[in-house]
């Protein structure tokens, strides 16, 4: 099975900040790599897909990097909603693994 | 509007099973692959099965496997998920999810709110 791990799992920032969360496969896997943010009680909600492709309907300053087993999700500018927890997930195989996730907090 | 609605959650003991459902609209359900995903107390979120389009295709998590059985009924525009031989470790909302490929192509685009499945004796 392919292992994803995340960093940090958890960070403070300000609105306005640039955020960058880093997502590890223990094996490539090409660009089969999405992104999901999840507020509390809330389902998750898919931003990126295929590394880098932004989902209908998601900000631009969403934006994902990356192919092979290092990846990349960044805010460019943080906003009030944008505080939540950041999952990525592996496509390129079954089982479908998620990594463990990061909590972004306000600062 | 597109919109999943799970349901059959509850209190069940351990060893015991539960059916989950997962009621689809505003969209062709026979033409999507569908996912479970599970979310126990406090962590992570967890892939437990994915099924084709057309149900021929089922993968499911090593901790499910043997354990648990997805299904569909594109007649009733609905998803299951059979549990069999729960265990506490199964405590977790149980999500479906919907795949934007007729096969599994591993991304959920559209997800419901879940259902609450307690394993507790």
């Known amino acids: 099975d392919i292992q994803m791990t995340q960093s940090p799992s958890s960070l403070s920032a300000s609105v306005g900040d640039r955020v960058t969360i880093t997502c590890r496969a223990s094996?490539?896997?090409?660009?089969?790599l999405n992104w999901y943010q999840q507020k509390p009680g809330k389902a998750p909600k898919l931003l990126i897909y295929?590394?880098?492709s932004l989902q209908s309907g998601v900000p631009s300053r969403f934006s994902g990097s990356g192919s092979g087993a290092d990846f990349t999700l960044t805010i460019s500018s943080l906003q009030p909603e944008d505080f939540a927890t950041y999952y990525c997930?592996?496509?390129?195989?079954?089982?479908?693994?998620f990594g463990p996730g990061t909590k972004v907090d306000i600062k | 509007q597109v919109q999943l609605v799970e349901s059959g959650g509850g209190v069940v003991q351990p060893g015991r099973s539960l059916r989950l459902s997962c009621a689809a609209s505003?969209?062709?359900?026979?033409?999507?692959?569908m996912h479970w995903v599970r979310q126990a107390p406090g962590k992570g979120l967890e892939w437990v099965a994915v099924?084709?389009?057309?149900?021929?295709?089922?993968y499911y998590a090593d901790s499910v496997k043997g354990r648990f059985t997805i299904s569909r009924d594109n007649s009733k525009n609905t998803l299951y998920l059979q549990m069999n031989s729960l265990s506490a470790e199964d405590t977790a909302v149980f999500s479906c999810?919907?795949?934007?490929?007729?096969?599994?192509?591993?991304?959920?685009?559209?997800w419901g709110k879940g259902t609450t499945v307690t394993v507790s004796s």
């Open positions: 999810a919907r795949d934007p490929a007729y096969d599994a192509s591993g991304r959920m685009d559209v």
């Open positions: 505003g969209f062709t359900f026979s033409s999507y692959a």
């Open positions: 099924i084709s389009y057309d149900g021929s295709n089922k």
């Open positions: 094996q490539r896997i090409s660009s089969y």
């Open positions: 295929a590394a880098s």
């Open positions: 997930q592996q496509s390129y195989s079954t089982p479908f693994t």
